[in-house]
């Protein structure tokens, strides 16, 4: 059984750096073929797409928050950690940590894979 949890503070000031890390058992993030992925869901608007770490250690952003992020992962601990710079309010959300098949990262498909439960985080301005 594949599980993720995120991890990470609750609560973070306008211009700082959000970072948040996702703890996986029962499968390693290096196994060849999946995108070990973080997406966002703020309140009234439907998920949005982060970014990913490959199993190969390639990343990949979405445009939207390209310049502000980036992803780094720790093979000892099998974790994987999103770091999100100068945030704001804007950036409030729930943040979850997922394993997708490229084919559902491509189709923006959530219904699919193994995902974590999800943790708030919200931006004090």
């Known amino acids: 059984q594949v599980q993720l949890q995120e991890s990470g503070p609750g609560l973070v000031n306008a211009s700082q750096t959000l970072s948040l890390t996702c703890s996986v058992s029962?499968?390693?993030?290096?196994?060849?073929?999946?995108?070990w992925s973080w997406t966002r869901q703020s309140p009234g608007k439907g998920m949005e797409w982060i970014g990913y770490?490959?199993?190969?250690?390639?990343?990949f952003f979405e445009s939207s928050l390209g310049s502000r992020t980036s992803i780094s992962r720790d093979t000892s601990k099998n974790q994987f950690t999103l770091q999100l710079r100068s945030v704001t309010p804007e950036d409030t959300a729930v943040y979850f940590c997922?394993?997708?098949?490229?084919?559902?990262?491509?189709?923006?498909?959530?219904?699919?894979?193994?995902w974590g439960q999800g943790t708030q985080v919200t931006v004090s301005s």
């Open positions: 997922a394993r997708v098949l490229p084919v559902h990262w491509r189709r923006k498909q959530s219904g699919f894979g193994y």
């Open positions: 029962g499968d390693r993030i290096t196994t060849d073929g999946y995108y």
């Open positions: 770490i490959s199993s190969s250690g390639n990343t």
